[in-house]
């Protein structure tokens, strides 16, 4: 019980002081299958930048690195997941994510393309009540701190689709947001590896941070004083 508290009490003490109390920190997913969890090295360290700079939050600079069957994951309020093929959760890892998916914890899944067919089945072991919902330009995520009017924002062309956002919501709570035909994590990384406008990076980094602080403040923009 003292892990699963860890979560709710970071996410309070981060809303009644405007995210300045501590210095927490937030995870990249580490999972099996052999697709390549790794990608994108730079982004996680580029967004929390970010954040620390125009959200306020006192996050550590570098991420930890997790894996879905440890218990350290219940520290994290905030996980990112990535990659471009095969992603297999174990019993164990599934119901771990899960378990941690209820207890306050948020997980983001960026399909760095070739995910997608993978990914699908697994968040279904994870949560077999509930499918994919798609996300509207009108959820609170894509208004928290910076308007997204459109909805989630394209930064890489694959296959000439539209970004789409999905969700996971369980009891009126958003846990799972899987961005797909978007690369967002790409748009996180430095300008040099991907050679990205600089308009195309501050979109991506944005609304990086408009799901940290609607994972941070919840729904409400208006709780935070940073808008």
């Avoid at 620390?52 to 996050?59: A, D």
Wanted: hydrophobic share 35%; net charge negative.
């Amino acid at each position: 019980m003292r892990i699963i508290l860890n979560i709710a009490t970071l996410l309070l003490l981060g809303a009644l002081s405007n995210l300045q109390a501590q210095t927490f920190s937030i995870g990249l997913l580490k999972y099996s299958g052999g697709g390549d969890w790794y990608a994108n090295p730079t982004s996680l360290p580029n967004l929390i930048s970010y954040s620390n700079k125009y959200l306020g939050t006192h996050i550590a600079a570098e991420p930890v690195t997790v894996d879905a069957s440890d218990p350290e994951i219940f520290n994290l309020p905030f996980v990112h997941m990535t990659g471009h093929g095969n992603v297999i959760f174990s019993p164990s890892e599934s119901e771990n994510l899960r378990n941690y998916l209820l207890a306050g914890g948020f997980l983001h899944i960026d399909d760095n393309y070739g995910m997608d067919p993978f990914i699908r089945p697994q968040l279904k072991r994870i949560f077999p009540e509930h499918e994919l919902v798609e996300l509207p330009p009108s959820h609170p995520i894509f208004h928290t701190k910076y308007d997204f009017p459109n909805g989630l924002p394209k930064i890489h062309e694959h296959d000439n689709n539209p970004p789409q956002a999905f969700g996971i919501i369980h009891e009126g709570r958003l846990v799972v947001m899987y961005t797909f035909e978007c690369d967002l994590g790409d748009g996180w990384e430095d300008p040099s590896v991907h050679k990205d406008s600089d308009a195309a990076r501050q979109r991506a980094l944005k609304m990086g941070a408009n799901m940290l602080q609607y994972v941070f403040m919840g729904e409400d923009p208006k709780k935070s004083s940073l808008n």
